[in-house]
């Protein structure tokens, strides 16, 4: 085993590295999750949370990863023999697809090609041909972490609007939620589902469910069983501060921390610092010579950037050939894409320098591996990150359309 001296660079895109700050905080003894101390800090993440996702609706916290807050969505507002539409944008619109059918639930899965996010215009005709309202739910995979494309989730509503379809709105924002803009209600969303791991900067270990009436409403008659995800449960002790079963204390203590974190820079900040060193890595990769597995300009993930290799040559070797030199972990390709893509990721705590590093990182290792590539990708980065901001605004602030 290589052994190396310095921090390891973990550009995986989630979990992502934690902050020292949320180290500190989470450093600190288990404390009786039935004191009034501890419901002090169960009012501050619950009512924290809802400002990041952007709702006066509640905000469900289960002790679980992001996959737990999937099924909590679906026991809670779909029944057996439901019709729901979902769309082929990746690894994880998959595996949600494949949950949903072990539930007895029937999926119109729209293919797709891996390469780009939901187009809201087949939305509208499959719910315009909907004529009898079969559909319950249109379930949406904000940014698809599998391939590096979001998806439009404001034009989703305003397809579902123009359709003029009843159909509960279900998006995963699970890698999205705290790195690209997500607006709860101003996008009408009905259940958003979301995990500690990704924007929040904190060890997996959180799953979250943000609840809007209408989905409350259908999950007291719908007939899926379920105990340990019900909101109804979750929501009368949630009020009080309190959980119905041993919630993940110190976790929440990181949650309170990272939550500041945010509001600090500002989520608009933190959204535009995402786009930033987005296109810087997309500029150091143009330059490579290398290719994006997003084709759609407008759907560029500001999470991470997956990265097709050249031909004949294998991802998941040139992945470790950068682990083994450089003591960086690189993100791998999934399923459809595996030995194909690497993925770099650039969410929560990152800035310029720290990914001025991965980029770095990732040229070194282009050359040990030999993989063709044209030199000077990481200068092509930073010429991206030594542009000037417009106004006074500090640099990490900018936006870069």
């Known amino acids: 085993m290589t052994r190396h001296q310095g921090r390891h660079f973990l550009h995986i895109p989630g ?79 998959t595996l949600w697809r494949q949950m949903a059918a072990r539930w007895g639930i029937e999926v119109d899965f729209i293919p797709g090609d891996w390469r780009r996010g939901v187009d809201p215009s087949v939305i509208e005709e499959k719910l315009t041909a909907d004529t009898a309202h079969q559909l319950k739910a249109v379930m949406v995979v904000h940014n698809e972490t599998s391939t590096g494309a979001t998806s439009r989730i404001a034009e989703v509503r305003a397809a579902m609007d123009r359709a003029k379809h009843p159909a509960l709105l279900m998006v995963d924002t699970i890698s999205g939620l705290a790195s690209a803009d997500f ?16 924007g929040f900067m904190l060890p997996p270990g959180l799953g979250f469910n943000a609840v809007s009436d209408k989905a409350r409403a ?46 600090e820079e500002g989520l608009d900040q933190v959204f535009a610092r995402h786009q930033r060193l987005a296109a810087a890595t997309r500029a150091a990769v143009e330059h ?11 759907d560029y993930s500001p999470v991470l950037t997956a990265v097709l290799m050249p031909p004949g040559h294998n991802a998941d070797e040139f992945r470790q050939v950068v682990l083994d030199n450089f003591n960086m972990s690189l993100g791998s390709g999934l399923s459809k894409v595996a030995g194909k893509v690497f993925r770099i990721g650039h969410l929560g705590e990152c800035n310029e320098l720290t ?17 063709p590539h044209r030199g000077g990708g990481v200068d ?22």
């Open 355 to 371: 990914l001025m590093a991965a980029l770095s990182g990732v040229e070194m290792g282009m050359r040990v591996a030999g993989v």
């Open 380 to 401: 092509a980065a930073m010429a991206l990150l030594e542009q000037p901001l417009p106004g006074n605004a500090p640099r990490h602030l900018a936006v870069v359309k």
């Open 183 to 198: 607006r709860f209600d101003e996008w009408k969303v009905d259940v958003a589902v979301s995990c500690s791991q990704k």
């Open 288 to 298: 490579w010579g290398l290719e994006v597995l997003c084709q759609e300009s407008k």
């Open 15 to 93: 979990p992502s590295p934690v902050p020292e700050r949320v180290l500190r905080a989470m450093d600190m003894p288990v404390i009786d999750h039935r004191s009034a101390e501890f419901a002090e800090l169960g009012k501050a993440v619950l009512s924290g949370s809802q400002r990041i996702f952007k709702t006066s609706s509640p905000v469900v916290i289960y002790p679980s990863s992001g996959t737990g807050a999937w099924e909590a969505a679906i026991v809670n507002t779909l029944s057996p023999g439901d019709k729901v539409l979902m769309v082929e944008t990746g690894h994880f619109a």
């Open 218 to 263: 259908v999950a007291k008659t719908n007939k899926m069983p379920r105990s340990f995800w019900d909101w109804e449960d979750m929501l009368k002790l949630n009020a009080n501060g309190f959980f119905p079963y041993t919630p993940a204390t110190n976790l929440l203590y990181g949650l309170r921390e990272a939550i500041a974190m945010l509001l």
